[in-house]
């Protein structure tokens, strides 16, 4: 059970604590929605009337689609992910670095110093690595009681900024797609 990220940047959101819209806490950028053609769940190109990479045609396409297709008529559906395309370019690495800094003086020191030992670590990138093992250690060492959750919330959206921190600082972008 769970919701995942990945992209530029892989892992899992905190049940019951993080939500799927998370990186829109720590930036002001709009998420987007990715749409896929009944039939097919290829990703729409807007500038096409069907998907054009598995049918010959508007007809064949619309033959295959009819039972799909509800009430409102659209040839396509909500993929349930909400993408995020970050660059510095756009100016959210300095963003971002204001927000990190902020929550570091919200979140207890202890757990703050082991997120930064791995936060120019490459593997920071793909959260199923291990990577924050000893930080989420030290955070359960730390918090343990439900009333928690704020704090709670506040570590796990430090852990993504990292990873998004690394990914912009790298390559200057991070694209990254979350299941709702």
Same mark, same amino acid.
């Given at each position: 059970?769970?919701?995942?990220?990945?992209?530029? /940047?892989? $892992?899992?959101?905190?049940?019951?604590?993080?939500?799927?819209?998370?990186? $829109? =806490?720590?930036?002001?950028?709009?998420? &987007?929605?990715? #749409?896929?053609?009944?039939? +097919?769940?290829?990703?729409?190109? &807007?500038?096409?009337?069907?998907?054009?990479?598995?049918?010959?045609?508007?007809?064949?396409?619309?033959?295959?689609?009819?039972?799909?297709?509800?009430?409102?008529?659209?040839?396509?559906?909500?993929? $349930?992910?909400?993408?995020? *395309?970050?660059?510095? /370019?756009?100016?959210?690495? =300095?963003?971002? =670095?204001?927000?990190?800094?902020?929550?570091?003086? %919200? /979140?207890?020191?202890?757990? @703050? !110093?082991?997120?930064?030992? @791995?936060?120019?670590? %490459? *593997?920071?990138?793909?959260?199923? &690595?291990? @990577?924050?093992?000893?930080?989420?250690?030290?955070?359960?060492?730390? #918090?343990?009681? =439900?009333?928690?959750? !704020?704090?709670?919330?506040?570590?796990?959206?430090?852990?993504?900024?990292?990873?998004?921190?690394?990914?912009?600082?790298? &390559?200057?972008?991070?694209?990254?797609? +979350? %299941?709702?």
């Amino acid at each position: 059970m769970g919701r995942f990220y990945s992209g530029d /940047i892989n $892992g899992k959101f905190w049940f019951g604590i993080q939500g799927s819209g998370d990186i $829109g =806490e720590l930036l002001n950028v709009e998420a &987007t929605h990715e #749409y896929a053609w009944h039939g +097919c769940n290829c990703y729409v190109d &807007t500038d096409d009337e069907y998907c054009k990479s598995c049918y010959e045609n508007k007809e064949d396409f619309m033959e295959d689609v009819k039972d799909e297709i509800g009430e409102d008529g659209l040839l396509y559906y909500e993929d $349930g992910n909400i993408n995020y *395309s970050l660059s510095c /370019i756009e100016g959210h690495l =300095e963003e971002l =670095e204001r927000a990190l800094y902020k929550l570091e003086n %919200e /979140i207890n020191k202890e757990v @703050v !110093e082991e997120y930064k030992k @791995v936060e120019n670590n %490459e *593997s920071i990138c793909d959260a199923f &690595t291990g @990577v924050f093992n000893d930080a989420e250690k030290k955070m359960n060492e730390i #918090y343990s009681d =439900e009333k928690d959750n !704020e704090k709670l919330a506040l570590i796990a959206r430090y852990g993504l900024g990292l990873q998004i921190k690394y990914s912009l600082k790298n &390559t200057g972008t991070c694209n990254v797609s +979350c %299941e709702l």
